[in-house]
């Protein structure tokens, strides 16, 4: 993982780091990583599960392992995309 990290680091601007993720990554890891952000993202705004599922197009089931990532991980999304309370 920390090779990953400090190989990312090393893009000196957005479009190097959009060509590095092209070729580091397929188009379905890249659409399912971009996917768990926004699921994140929709949790940590306060909405609901469902409302998550319904406006990123994806399974309920996705939504509530991103949610356990969210309550029992090690915060990152919460410090990218603001703290939550409760879920």
């Known amino acids: 993982k920390q090779f990953l990290v400090e190989n990312i680091k090393l893009a000196e601007s957005e479009?190097?780091?959009?060509?590095?993720?092209?070729?580091?990554?397929?188009?379905?890891?890249?659409?399912?990583?971009?996917?768990?952000?926004?699921?994140?993202k929709g949790i940590i705004a306060d909405k609901t599960y469902l409302e998550v599922s319904n406006k990123v197009?994806?399974?309920?089931s996705t939504v509530t392992k991103v949610g356990q990532i969210i309550?029992?991980?090690?915060?990152?999304?919460?410090?990218?995309?603001?703290?939550?309370?409760k879920i």
């Open 15 to 40: 479009h190097k780091l959009s060509a590095f993720l092209d070729d580091l990554l397929t188009e379905q890891e890249i659409t399912d990583l971009a996917q768990r952000l926004k699921i994140a």
């Open 71 to 85: 309550k029992y991980g090690k915060g990152a999304f919460q410090k990218m995309f603001g703290v939550r309370n």
């Open 57 to 60: 197009k994806a399974s309920t």
